[in-house]
């Protein structure tokens, strides 16, 4: 269904006559840049006027990751201070609700908006902002800038469709395999992970019913990195590998429980308390080991090197609801 108009209507300036950007409105939020850094400004519930400075490169990665996951599972703060919450229908947006000290000082600001509003509205910012020379969704040493003047656009970047596979990936009428003839090359990182697909012998009549492909060849073909895919989905249980390289540009608060394998090199996270921010633990993941993300905490991941993670998210669209009443746990497992 079609979002209506006034709703997908997107309010900026003209672009600056110097830096060549557009300045963009989303209810009281405003949002500038310029050559280094994004500025959002609000004003709080007594009418002071704020203002937050990010830098522009890692605004720009965190924007990418909340438009191209459709906001995703509850929290995506693009660092302690802005950030959005999903509800699924609205999303909020918001500056220093989340940061314990902001809150209690009463300069904090959240305002809900319809999907279709602020998807438009980031959607407009992300083209507008991004140069054609930066790929907020590659890792450092794969693109170049995000700093400078206005310099042309990188929407074919910007608006890659994410690989969602509806059984899993190569069966037949699904997502397909990555491969060279499709633009996927093999990652610099992963220049030794081999190739070969595994043989099937499916009875007859089970030839789209018995199924195997190789991950670690699909994965080490990933022209983006922090964006998980489904490679697999069963009901409501989504496997989503993802490949990693520098830092998690968001710090994901959970609205469920999320379970990490690391399947090759380490991820380091700084977790902490999914309101406040207060930190609460600092892991180190190394190949071969689990952990998984309660549903009262936010996390960011750091990358040493190009690694493989893989992420099982319960995608249920009720389990919000039923964590919020209290009918399912915020914790993974209890002994």
């Given at each position: 269904m079609n979002a209506p108009a006034e709703l997908a209507k997107v309010i900026a300036s003209q672009p600056d006559v110097s830096l060549g950007y557009k300045d963009f409105s989303l209810g009281s939020?405003?949002?500038?840049?310029?050559e280094y850094f994004a500025h959002i400004t609000w004003k709080t519930r007594d009418g002071r006027p704020m203002s937050h400075t990010l830098d522009v490169g890692n605004y720009l990665?965190?924007?990418?990751?909340?438009?191209?996951?459709?906001?995703f599972y509850g929290w995506v703060n693009f660092d302690d201070v802005i950030g959005t919450v999903n509800h699924y229908q609205s999303v909020d947006m918001y500056a220093g609700s989340y940061n314990g000290t902001m809150k209690e000082a009463g300069i904090d600001?959240?305002?809900?908006?319809p999907t279709a509003q602020i998807r438009a509205t980031f959607e407009a910012m992300l083209d507008d902002w991004t140069n054609e020379t930066f790929d907020p969704f590659s890792a450092p040493q794969e693109t170049g800038t995000p700093y400078g003047r206005k310099n042309g656009n990188n929407t074919a970047k910007i608006t890659r469709?994410?690989?969602?596979?509806?059984?899993?990936?190569?069966?037949?009428?699904?997502l397909n395999l990555r491969s060279d003839a499709t633009g996927a090359k093999i990652n610099r990182a992963f220049a030794d992970v081999p190739q070969e697909q595994p043989e099937l012998h499916p009875e007859p009549g089970f030839e789209n019913e018995v199924h195997a492909f190789n991950l670690f060849g699909f994965l080490s073909r990933s022209q983006v990195t922090w964006n998980p895919s489904f490679t697999s989905v069963v009901k409501h249980s989504f496997m989503c590998p993802t490949t990693e390289e520098h830092i998690l540009p968001i710090i994901h608060g959970n609205d469920r429980v999320e379970w990490f394998f690391q399947m090759t090199d380490e991820i380091h996270w700084d977790c902490g308390d999914k309101n406040t921010g207060k930190p609460m633990a600092r892991v180190i993941m190394k190949a071969g080991d689990m952990s998984a993300m309660p549903a009262y905490c936010r996390h960011q991941g750091f990358s040493p090197k190009r690694s493989m993670l893989l992420v099982w998210e319960n995608g249920s669209p009720t389990l919000v609801y039923e964590i919020q009443k209290g009918e399912s746990p915020e914790i993974p497992v209890q002994f």
């Open positions: 939020f405003g949002f500038r840049r310029d990665r965190a924007l990418m990751r909340d438009v191209a996951w459709g906001f600001l959240l305002e809900n908006f469709a994410r690989e969602l596979a509806t059984r899993c990936v190569g069966l037949k009428g699904d």
